[in-house]
């Protein structure tokens, strides 16, 4: 079962998106900011698969969670237009579907 920790400071964006990704099988980790996120990726002891995060949180966390856990995959959550890359970082943009 993949692992996600997902950093939204909306409880009820995290709320929604939690029953999203434990309806589809993803063991999920939340935290609201970078802070607490950075915290979990410390403590937890089981592989990391993708963090999600906005814009200003990935950019916080990019570098501590190439050091912390290169194997882990970042998405940042971009406002309007096309998923992408940006800043070397894979993004996905809102507002998005479940697909």
């Known amino acids: 079962m993949p692992t996600v920790l997902l950093i939204e400071p909306v409880d009820a964006l995290r ?29 937890h002891e ?7 995060a906005g814009r200003s949180d990935a950019e916080l966390l990019a570098h501590p969670f190439r050091e912390l856990r290169p194997e882990m995959k970042l998405l940042e959550i971009a406002g309007g237009g096309e998923a992408s890359s940006v800043n070397g970082r894979s993004s996905i943009t809102r507002p998005f579907t479940e697909a």
Not at 46 to 52: F, N, R
């Open 15 to 43: 709320s929604e998106l939690h029953n999203f990704f434990e309806g589809h099988g993803y063991s999920l980790l939340e935290a609201a900011d970078a802070n607490e996120g950075l915290a979990l990726a410390q403590i």
């Open 46 to 52: 089981g592989p990391l698969d993708i963090a999600i």
